[in-house]
Nanobody, 122 residues
Framework: QVQLVESGGGLVQPGGSLRLSCAAS????????IGWFRQAPGKEREGVSC????????YYADSVKDRFAVSRDSAKNTVYLQIDSLKPEDTAIYYC???????????????WGRGTQVTVSS
């Protein structure tokens, strides 16, 4: 039973930082591709980052590449998304997703968390 639970969102000022967590159960994050997505009201869901299974190769959307960092902790079976220099346009619900494959790019993710809200406002 694959489960994903996001946490770490909240209300922050522009320029601040957040570290989002994606806690997995029912599988190892080392063996699944993990993606981070976000969706703002009235906007299309956007993939922002992912990490491949096995070697853990990270990837980023151009819009966030200089400010976001994805990582995983095998012992905690958790994937993180560090977000720095937050901007109002980062406001969205952030989701993590998992798929039982190696590569995390250009795939359809099978399992999704329920999301965590990030609000950036002064």
């Amino acid at each position: 039973q694959v489960q994903l639970v996001e946490s770490g969102g909240g209300l922050v000022q522009p320029g601040g930082s957040l570290r989002l967590s994606c806690a997995a159960s029912g599988f190892s994050v080392d063996d699944y591709a993990i993606g981070w997505f976000r969706q703002a009201p009235g906007k299309e869901r956007e993939g922002v980052s992912c990490i491949s299974a096995g070697d853990g190769s990270p990837y980023y959307a151009d819009s966030v590449k200089d400010r976001f960092a994805v990582s995983r902790d095998s012992a905690k079976n958790t994937v993180y998304l560090q977000i720095d220099s937050l901007k109002p346009e980062d406001t969205a619900i952030y989701y993590c997703a998992a798929d039982a494959g190696r590569w995390c790019l250009r795939i359809s993710y099978q399992h999704w968390g329920r999301g965590t809200q990030v609000t950036v406002s002064s």
